[in-house]
């Protein structure tokens, strides 16, 4: 270790070669060398962030901090980098959130909330939150995050609230405080965001609830894309894969990405496993080949499930001849029509379904 930190000490001034000398000796008991030789460089940057050997070693401030803390001397590195923000020494990026969550994880509550009710509320209103939270204090950090969003801060304070309520187990609570971005057609909809927490806490089918209600013009951009998949996932997490399948059923075969995909997933969520097997056997594909495999591991039929997965050649194969697919595709929509890969809200999301 000693002699990798030699190799290194040279270089410090590229911030990649210190964010790696921090990380390499983390729990290697050489905290003091590595201050010895990260101290002259940040010392260096708070005289004069702008000087050209340094001035993009912003990183120096929270890498001490960081080393600082490690050893034993969370004191000395809050007042270090606390002068350092109140300074504005930053850099070319801040180091506000790592000061936020430094002060969070050692309870200093009082100078949190000097932080997120200042100028810096948008990088210390989590680490806030979260502090608040874990001193059972979790009524004050709602209070907080709705005052933000009463005054409309810029920020996204209705997901955090959201977040929140849920952590807590308020689940009414959570959909009511963000349920009026749910029609929101871009920037802002935290419609999926509910959805996700809500099945992490095993309230699926209030999730699922969520789908049903939505204004036309919202269901007009996103219906086919994204939500009713989500509204298919969350039916079979639910119990109720039979009621979503059937649902599929009833719609155009060519209405559905990823049609026999999801009908498998939903036959093996219903414990008809051999009919989920059968239904993705004759698929072409890397993404059949690896659902199929799935199921039959699960069966302990390892051999089989080996067997299935196309080799490498065939994979990269299927891989060339999509992006070529997709290019010429580009190529030969209208000049006018915006880039369709490039819009989350555009493409189908069934990750979960992975």
């Known amino acids: 270790m000693d002699e990798a930190i030699g190799v290194l000490?040279?270089?410090?001034?590229?911030?990649?070669?210190?964010?790696?000398?921090?990380?390499?000796?983390?729990?290697?008991?050489?905290?003091?060398?590595?201050?010895?030789?990260?101290?002259?460089?940040?010392?260096?940057?708070?005289?004069?962030?702008?000087?050209?050997?340094?001035?993009?070693?912003?990183?120096?401030?929270?890498?001490q901090a960081r080393v600082l803390e490690r050893s034993g001397r969370a004191d000395e590195a809050i007042r270090l980098l606390g002068t350092d923000v109140a300074a504005r020494r930053y850099g070319p990026q801040n180091n506000i959130d790592f000061y936020a969550e430094l002060l969070a994880r050692h309870g200093r509550v009082e100078e949190l909330r000097d932080l997120a009710t200042g100028t810096q509320k948008s990088s210390a209103a989590g680490p806030y939150v979260k502090a608040l939270e874990n001193l059972g204090r979790a009524g004050e950090a709602a209070a907080y995050l709705r005052d933000l969003i009463a005054a409309k801060h810029p920020g996204w304070y209705e997901n955090a609230l959201m977040e929140l309520l849920i952590r807590q187990g308020r689940f009414d609570d959570a959909i009511e405080a963000a349920k009026h971005t749910f029609d929101d057609l871009y920037d802002g909809n935290l419609l999926q965001a509910a959805m996700i927490l809500?099945?992490?806490?095993?309230?699926?089918?209030?999730?699922?609830?969520?789908?049903?209600?939505?204004?036309?013009?919202?269901?007009?951009?996103?219906?086919?894309?994204?939500?009713?998949?989500?509204?298919?996932?969350?039916?079979?997490?639910?119990?109720r894969a039979r009621e979503a399948i059937e649902e599929i059923e009833t719609l155009p075969a060519g209405e559905v990405d990823d049609r026999e995909l999801t009908i498998a997933w939903l036959l093996a969520q219903d414990s008809r496993v051999e009919q989920a097997i059968a239904?993705?056997?004759?698929?072409?594909?890397?993404?059949?080949?690896?659902?199929?495999?799935?199921?039959?591991?699960?069966?302990?039929?390892?051999?089989?499930?080996?067997?299935?997965?196309?080799?490498?050649?065939?994979?990269?194969?299927?891989?060339?001849?999509?992006?070529?697919?997709?290019?010429?595709?580009?190529?030969?929509?209208?000049?006018?029509?915006?880039?369709?890969?490039?819009?989350?809200?555009?493409?189908?999301?069934?990750?979960?379904?992975?």
């Open 9 to 63: 000490v040279p270089f410090l001034r590229d911030r990649r070669v210190l964010r790696g000398l921090v990380e390499m000796t983390d729990g290697q008991g050489r905290d003091e060398r590595v201050l010895e030789v990260v101290t002259p460089i940040a010392e260096e940057f708070r005289r004069d962030p702008t000087q050209g050997s340094v001035g993009d070693l912003w990183e120096v401030l929270p890498a």
């Open 198 to 239: 809500l099945a992490e806490q095993g309230q699926h089918d209030k999730a699922s609830e969520l789908t049903e209600g939505r204004s036309p013009e919202f269901l007009a951009e996103n219906e086919a894309f994204w939500l009713r998949s989500n509204r298919w996932w969350l039916m079979g997490e639910a119990g």
């Open 279 to 354: 239904r993705l056997r004759p698929l072409p594909g890397k993404r059949a080949a690896t659902d199929l495999a799935e199921l039959l591991i699960r069966q302990t039929r390892f051999t089989e499930a080996v067997a299935v997965i196309p080799d490498v050649a065939t994979q990269r194969e299927e891989e060339r001849r999509f992006w070529t697919d997709r290019t010429e595709q580009k190529e030969m929509a209208p000049a006018d029509s915006g880039d369709e890969w490039g819009d989350p809200w555009t493409a189908p999301n069934t990750a979960h379904l992975e």
